[in-house]
Nanobody, 126 residues
């Protein structure tokens, strides 16, 4: 499975971005997917996850209410809509695929994900 993330860029605080992650190769549209981010000098952290069906979603407290994860299985694509962006959202954002279809407490952990995209950079200016 290859994952290609895109949609990052420079945006002012309060603005919006939509990130996309396209899966190719030996794909399975029922895999749970996640987004993580890594700011300079910090650990990679969980942002959001979505089950294979799209019916279940998890969010980090830091983004809850501002971010929406969704998926279009027909296009093998997962999206991360980010609104009301803050300077502290500045990071490289990575999409990742789990071999499972469901979400549970392990879905918050980067070690649970088997495949990773290359990352797309988001910079929020104040």
């Amino acid at each position: 499975v290859q994952l290609q993330a895109s949609g990052g860029g420079l945006v002012q605080a309060g603005g919006s971005l939509r990130l996309s992650c396209v899966a190719s190769g030996r794909t399975s549209s029922d895999k749970a997917m996640g987004w993580f981010r890594q700011a300079p000098g910090k650990e990679r952290e969980f942002v959001a996850a979505i089950s294979g069906s799209g019916r279940s979603t998890y969010y980090a407290d830091s983004v809850k209410g501002r971010v929406t994860i969704s998926r279009d299985n027909a296009k093998n694509t997962v999206y991360l809509q980010m609104n009301s962006l803050k300077p502290e959202d500045t990071a490289v954002y990575y999409c990742a695929a789990d071999f499972r279809s469901y979400l549970d407490s392990r879905s918050y952990l980067k070690a649970q994900y088997n495949y990773w995209g290359q990352g797309t950079e988001v910079t929020v200016s104040s």
